[in-house]
């Protein structure tokens, strides 16, 4: 009864767990480049009664022994890295990235860090930033004369001068890729951090190594899908919800074996 409760405990808190992720993936369902988080589980630690191939007698041995589970726990999160679907802006400095690959910007404590979020836009200086007035890395400077932008698919940014007739390249965008993108650390602001276990970037331009080209004029949408994360939400909620009463028949078991001492 006392292991039931605990065993119980333990499912609702994994499925508590569950729940607060789901609430968090809705939560971004219109966020550009936001990447879903699935939550995996594993089982605790078992008692073993009686261990399988016991032996009866000096000729039989029972074929499956006797265990106990003590119920479960979360065992990671994972950020699921599939493409999500692109929105038409017909902004230049809008991107996506059609395929593997991440942008590249710098904080201004110098640290690097990698966005699917392709919505960029100049600062006072003409620097492609991002919303929150990250850097691409390496920076890309557009002049302030120039009256039309465009970015290649292989992530040539070119200018149009007032006055000229030809376009003038003036950087490349280039992307970065990891041999382990769930490896790689959210820290917010659809920002990751490189980590031992997602390994060092893969550098390059667009469209070498098997990273994606880049699309000019549109975002990348959420990966999330409302109908799958809904019952996703109810599976929780039904397992939480069993959990729950697994812990109040315990309880009651536990009050009339007290009851039987009086």
């Not at 292991?3 to 767990?17: I, V």
């Not at 003038?168 to 965008?173: N, S």
């Not at 109908?227 to 039904?238: H, K, S, T």
């Amino acid at each position: 009864m006392i292991r039931g409760l605990f065993t119980a405990s333990s499912g609702m808190a994994s499925q508590q767990f569950l729940i607060d992720t789901i609430a968090n993936n809705l939560a971004n369902v219109n966020t550009n480049g936001f990447k879903k988080t699935r939550v995996d589980f594993q089982d605790l630690l078992y008692q073993t009664i009686r261990p399988a191939g016991t032996s009866v007698d000096q000729t039989t041995r029972v074929p499956s022994g006797i265990q106990v589970g003590h119920g479960s726990r979360v065992a990671d999160t994972q950020k699921i890295f599939t493409q999500g679907n692109f929105k038409l802006t017909e902004n230049p400095l809008d991107l996506v990235i059609e395929g593997d690959g991440f942008f590249k910007l710098q904080l201004q404590d110098g640290t690097n860090v990698y966005t699917r979020d392709g919505s960029f836009t100049l600062d006072e200086n003409g620097d492609i930033v991002n919303s929150d007035g990250y850097r691409l890395d390496p920076p890309i400077n557009i002049p302030q004369d120039a009256v039309e932008v465009a970015v290649g698919r292989d992530g040539t940014v070119s200018v149009r001068i007032a006055g000229d007739v030809d376009a003038t390249d003036v950087g490349q965008i280039l992307t970065s890729d990891f041999i382990n993108n769930s490896g790689l650390k959210a820290i917010g602001q659809n920002l990751f951090l490189e980590t031992t276990a997602s390994g060092p970037p893969i550098e390059g331009p667009p469209g070498a190594d098997g990273r994606g080209e880049i699309a000019s004029g549109f975002l990348e949408s959420s990966n999330v899908s409302v109908v799958e994360e809904m019952v996703n939400l109810i599976i929780g909620q039904r397992a939480y919800d069993s959990n729950a009463r697994v812990v109040e028949t315990s309880d009651q078991m536990l009050q009339t074996a007290t009851n039987l001492k009086r």
